[in-house]
């Protein structure tokens, strides 16, 4: 026999019982057992009364999370009174009743952890296809962004054009490396930046580039060129470029100074730009 027609048999064997008790228990009973599930409808869940289909349905809808709740204790309750006092409550009908509503109940709640995590994993996503939402997209075109913090929002208001030195050392590619020595060692700038026959820009050479190799290209010194030392990973900024770009490129090329071409495609040299200068207007603005 199967687990719930074991447990709804009991209210064929209750009548039994009933049967053998004296009459005014008998009578008391149902009364009792009529009063408790009347208590429990009106009071507490009239969706328990009836067959419970419609419950069923919502159940299987998703609907009335709460009403489920509810169903699943008092359901339970109100049947098993109902047997215990000699009334008929069903078989399948309660089982129905009180399956769908714990399945359903219980599958709601499984569903709260995946949309959460879709929601967070949404919100990461998108913040990394654009760091910018609708709200802050406007202030990030005036120069203040939000994330980055107070320091990036002064840098950001002050462009490579307002700082930048005019002057820088520039050689061409062919000058012999005897000649490029005495330039390297004379000035404020720490870098000479190298250009072709067309005056663009090609890279740069700093003397710690090349200190650590001198000892052992003395012979060679006579025949090497501009050219044969030049770093040509060595970025260049443009004049409307923000102070802030120009310190992740500093961070990220670990230089004191980056050329300043006029554009990229011509990469014509208009100045250089340092570190302590980005630094001495980053003070100023603060002060």
């Given at each position: 026999?199967?687990?719930?027609?074991?447990?709804?048999?009991?209210?064929?064997?209750?009548?039994?019982?009933?049967?053998?008790?004296?009459?005014?228990?008998?009578?008391?009973?149902?009364?009792?057992?009529?009063?408790?599930?009347?208590?429990?409808?009106?009071?507490?869940?009239?969706?328990?009364?009836?067959?419970?289909?419609?419950?069923?349905?919502?159940?299987?809808?998703?609907?009335?999370?709460?009403?489920?709740?509810?169903?699943?204790?008092?359901?339970?309750?109100?049947?098993?009174?109902?047997?215990?006092?000699?009334?008929?409550?069903?078989?399948?009908?309660?089982?129905?009743?009180?399956?769908?509503?714990?399945?359903?109940?219980?599958?709601?709640?499984?569903?709260?952890?995946?949309?959460?995590?879709?929601?967070?994993?949404?919100?990461?996503?998108?913040?990394?296809?654009?760091?910018?939402?609708?709200?802050?997209?406007?202030?990030?075109?005036?120069?203040?962004?939000?994330?980055?913090?107070?320091?990036?929002?002064?840098?950001?208001?002050?462009?490579?054009?307002?700082?930048?030195?005019?002057?820088?050392?520039?050689?061409?590619?062919?000058?012999?490396?005897?000649?490029?020595?005495?330039?390297?060692?004379?000035?404020?700038?720490?870098?000479?930046?190298?250009?072709?026959?067309?005056?663009?820009?090609?890279?740069?050479?700093?003397?710690?580039?090349?200190?650590?190799?001198?000892?052992?290209?003395?012979?060679?010194?006579?025949?090497?060129?501009?050219?044969?030392?030049?770093?040509?990973?060595?970025?260049?900024?443009?004049?409307g470029d923000t102070l802030d770009v120009?310190?992740?490129?500093?961070?990220?090329?670990?230089?004191?100074?980056?050329?300043?071409?006029?554009?990229?495609?011509?990469?014509?040299?208009?100045?250089?730009?340092?570190?302590?200068?980005?630094?001495?207007?980053?003070?100023?603005?603060?002060?």
């Open positions: 026999m199967l687990a719930h027609e074991t447990f709804f048999s009991t209210g064929e064997y209750s009548l039994q019982i009933l049967a053998e008790m004296p009459w005014w228990r008998r009578m008391a009973m149902p009364t009792i057992g009529g009063i408790l599930v009347g208590l429990i409808v009106t009071r507490f869940a009239p969706e328990v009364k009836g067959s419970g289909i419609p419950e069923v349905m919502e159940s299987v809808a998703r609907k009335g999370g709460a009403i489920r709740f509810r169903v699943v204790i008092t359901k339970a309750v109100a049947a098993a009174v109902t047997l215990g006092s000699g009334g008929s409550a069903g078989r399948e009908g309660p089982i129905v009743h009180i399956g769908s509503a714990i399945g359903s109940t219980l599958g709601q709640f499984l569903q709260v952890p995946p949309r959460m995590l879709t929601c967070v994993l949404s919100v990461l996503l998108a913040g990394r296809l654009h760091r910018n939402s609708i709200y802050t997209e406007k202030l990030a075109q005036r120069g203040i962004h939000l994330f980055e913090g107070r320091d990036v929002n002064l840098l950001g208001s002050i462009e490579v054009r307002d700082v930048m030195d005019e002057s820088p050392k520039v050689v061409d590619a062919g000058m012999p490396f005897t000649e490029l020595l005495p330039v390297l060692l004379s000035g404020r700038h720490r870098e000479v930046l190298v250009i072709d026959d067309e005056r663009r820009y090609l890279g740069a050479v700093a003397l710690d580039d090349i200190k650590e190799v001198l000892p052992e290209t003395h012979d060679l010194a006579p025949l090497a060129v501009a050219a044969d030392a030049v770093n040509d990973e060595i970025p260049f900024v443009l004049p120009v310190m992740h490129l500093f961070g990220r090329t670990h230089r004191n100074e980056l050329p300043v071409c006029k554009d990229p495609n011509s990469r014509e040299i208009v100045g250089i730009v340092s570190r302590d200068v980005v630094i001495e207007s980053y003070n100023q603005r603060i002060f």
